[in-house]
């Protein structure tokens, strides 16, 4: 079984919809991610998180919101889909601890908004 | 934030060819990965790779982090190679950032 799983793994859905995306772990990691890919572009975080009480923006935060259930379990929300939502998402986890921190990502969640 | 620069964006190569692809980075960092992005999507990792010189079958790779680079080393290229490759570097208290990546296509 994969370490890290996204459900689902695609969706289409219409501008203004409300979408979660889920992330799950087996790893036993802390820290977890949610990145957003745009064709031809590298990766951008959206939000992250070091536990259960720890949420952090990334860089592209606007219009996205996160929950950590558990430390297995991080979700990303989009309130109300837009079609520049439109991408290829990322889920992360890493090892925690300073001196070691090699991320892990999910098969990621292609999202279409129309 | 750190800026990750790689280089060349795009590469056309014939199997069994050797490459090298580039990561410039603009600070330092306490981690640095490689990854490779196949054709469906899923980011696989290849290197963790701070420092020094580590070898996997026929990729390696090499960062000397006091000169701000790592260099991804890809020997007798297969058509399995194509794909993109990325850089990501983290300074601890800090997020990772990625590079834009390496478009390579082998050709039979």
């Known amino acids: 079984d994969a370490d890290v799983t996204q459900t689902p793994r695609n969706r289409i859905t219409k501008t203004g919809k409300r979408i979660m995306l889920e992330c799950s772990q087996t790893?036993?990691?802390?820290?977890m991610y949610w990145y957003r890919q745009d064709p031809g572009l590298g990766l951008r975080l959206i939000y992250y998180?070091?536990?259960?009480?720890?949420?952090n923006k990334g860089e592209i935060s606007d219009g996205y919101s996160v929950s950590r259930q558990a430390q297995a379990k991080f979700s990303l929300s989009l309130e109300s889909a837009i079609p520049n939502q439109t991408a290829l998402y990322f889920c992360?986890?890493?090892?925690?601890?300073?001196?070691?921190?090699?991320?892990?990502f999910g098969p990621g969640t292609r999202l279409t908004v129309l | 934030g750190i800026q990750v620069e790689q280089s060349p964006p795009d590469l056309i190569l014939q199997e069994g060819a050797n490459s090298t692809l580039r990561c410039n980075f603009s600070?330092?960092?306490?981690?640095l990965q490689w990854f490779h992005q196949n054709p469906w999507g899923q980011l696989i990792n290849l290197f963790y790779?701070?420092?020094g010189t580590k070898q996997n079958g026929r990729l390696s790779a090499t960062t000397v982090a006091t000169e701000r680079y790592s260099l991804l080393y890809i020997s007798s290229s297969q058509t399995t190679d194509s794909g993109v490759y990325f850089c990501?570097?983290?300074?601890?208290?800090?997020?990772?950032?990625f590079g834009t990546g390496t478009s390579l296509t082998v050709i039979p």
């Open positions: 790893k036993g990691h802390d820290r």
């Open positions: 990501a570097v983290h300074r601890t208290g800090n997020q990772f950032y």
């Open positions: 992360a986890t890493s090892v925690p601890g300073t001196s070691v921190n090699e991320q892990f």
């Open positions: 600070d330092s960092v306490n981690n």
């Open positions: 790779i701070p420092s």
């Open positions: 998180s070091f536990d259960v009480k720890d949420i």
